[in-house]
Antibody
């Protein structure tokens, strides 16, 4: 079954870091770009960044540069997103999503189920 | 970054109605415009990409059109399962992918 399965909900304090994982199955992991997006409660979608199929290339949205790191482990078909120096406004559901095109189309045809990160003192 | 503005932000409609949602980009994005449907507590689902291409498995009652800065998503005959929030997304600027604010389609 083609799917992305994310790690469970997290509760963090301001200043903490969080790592979210996203395990892919059912398709060639090292063929597609993968993206991270987030959605604050009751709000719209925000793109955070992308990682290349081989994991050597990344591109981050301006709002997150210097505070985010995206990596992948091809031996376990797992994608990771680390977000540092958490603030209360980082409270959101975080999604991994597969790019629809192996050449990178920048739209998303397969999504993880989402991981809620709550940042609160 | 390219700003995407959707209208309306919400609408009420009945089953069988024709529904149109618009999305405007702050600058020309050619036809690099995609549409998603999101139901409460679920991840978004890709409906239409590149303005008018229907994603596999999406019913043909969903159509997209437009170019440049103005785009529309039309549902020709609203079905009960279509009540959801719809988002447009530009993929023209690949260093800053952005979404519209969403349109919530509710039951009248």
């Amino acid at each position: 079954q083609v799917q992305l399965v994310q790690s469970g909900a997290e509760v963090k304090k301001p200043g903490d870091s969080v790592r979210i994982s996203c395990k892919a199955s059912g398709y060639p992991f090292s063929t597609y770009y993968l993206h991270w997006l987030r959605q604050a409660p009751g709000q719209g979608l925000e793109w955070m960044g992308v990682i290349s199929p081989n994991g050597y290339g990344t591109g981050y949205a301006r709002n997150f540069r210097g505070r985010v790191s995206m990596t992948k482990d091809t031996s376990t078909n797992t994608l990771y997103m680390d977000l540092y120096s958490l603030r209360s406004d980082d409270t959101a559901t975080y999604y991994c999503a597969r790019d629809s095109d192996i050449r990178r189309g920048d739209f998303f045809d397969l999504w993880g189920q989402g991981t809620l990160v709550t940042v609160s003192s | 970054d390219i700003q995407m503005t959707q209208s309306p932000s919400s609408l009420s409609a009945s089953v069988g109605d024709r529904v149109t949602i618009t999305c405007r980009a702050s600058e020309s994005i050619n036809r690099y415009l995609n549409w998603y449907q999101q139901k409460p507590g679920k991840a978004p689902k890709l409906l239409i990409y590149s303005t008018s291409s229907l994603q596999n498995g999406v019913p043909s009652r969903f159509t997209g059109s437009g170019s440049g800065t103005d785009f529309t998503l039309t549902i020709s005959s609203l079905q009960p399962e279509d009540f959801a929030t719809y988002y447009c997304q530009q993929s023209y600027s690949n260093v800053a992918l952005t979404f519209g604010g969403g349109t919530k389609v509710e039951i009248k």
